[in-house]
């Protein structure tokens, strides 16, 4: 089992930065591939970000690139997302994820958090 805690979540302005973090229980953290998902009401839910756990392979949806930056400490079982230059539809519940395997859709994720809200305004 594998436990996730996301937090850093806020208010912002747009234009603004926020990190979140993302702490996970269990040993066997480094073996997993840990992703960030969003979801805004009435929406599905939606890829965000994610990183491998055994090469430094990152990968993002489009509408982030270039302003989120994902990355982990195996040491402190924590990934972090970076987001620079927060956009309005930015606006969202942010879950942590980790998978075992080697894909990003949601239905693919072994474990989730809670989920933080990150809201920006304009």
């Known amino acids: 089992q594998v436990q996730l805690v996301e937090s850093g979540g806020g208010l912002v302005q747009a234009g603004g930065s926020l990190r979140l973090s993302c702490t996970a229980s269990?040993?066997?953290?480094?073996?997993?591939?840990m992703g960030w998902f969003r979801q805004v009401p009435g929406k599905e839910r939606e890829f965000v970000a994610g990183?491998?756990?055994?090469?430094?392979?990152?990968y993002y949806t489009d509408s982030v690139k270039g302003r989120f930056t994902i990355s982990r400490d195996n040491a402190k079982n924590t990934v972090y997302l970076q987001m620079n230059s927060l956009k309005p539809e930015d606006t969202a519940v942010y879950y942590c994820?980790?998978?075992?395997?080697?894909?990003?859709?949601?239905?693919?994720?072994?474990?989730w958090g809670k989920g933080t809200l990150v809201t920006v305004s304009s």
């Open positions: 994820a980790a998978s075992q395997g080697s894909s990003w859709s949601t239905g693919a994720m072994d474990y």
């Open positions: 269990g040993r066997t953290f480094s073996r997993y591939g």
């Open positions: 990183i491998m756990w055994g090469r430094p392979s990152t």
